[in-house]
């Protein structure tokens, strides 16, 4: 069993960043990925980015590209998501998933943390 805890959310103006930690704890080498979801008020959980821990190799939504950028750092089993050009639209629940592959990840497989929120001012 794998415990996930979010943390780092809060309020920010548009434009602002902010920075998201996810902690895995108990995670094994069988959970090779990592990453974050959000979901938006009124709709539905989305996929953001995901990195595999055995090389380094991310992935990200083609609307946070360039602004967002996921990271691991190994000897704390901890995945940090750097928020930078903050808009409006991406305030909502920021969920870690921690699974045994990016696809898993990606298809929302494995285990979720209880999230945290992300609210972007305009």
């Known amino acids: 069993q794998v415990q996930v805890v979010e943390s780092g959310g809060g309020l920010v103006q548009a434009g602002g960043s902010l920075s998201l930690s996810c902690a895995a704890y108990g995670r094994t080498s069988a959970s090779d990925a990592m990453g974050w979801f959000r979901q938006p008020p009124g709709k539905e959980r989305e996929f953001v980015a995901v990195i595999r821990w055995s090389d380094g190799d991310t992935y990200y939504t083609d609307s946070v590209k360039g602004r967002f950028t996921i990271s691991r750092e190994n000897a704390k089993n901890t995945v940090h998501l750097q928020m930078n050009s903050l808009k409006p639209e991406d305030t909502a629940v920021y969920y870690c998933?921690?699974?045994?592959?990016?696809?898993?990840?990606?298809?929302?497989?494995?285990?979720w943390g209880r999230g945290t929120q992300v609210t972007v001012s305009s």
């Open positions: 998933n921690v699974g045994s592959d990016p696809r898993a990840v990606r298809a929302g497989l494995g285990y």
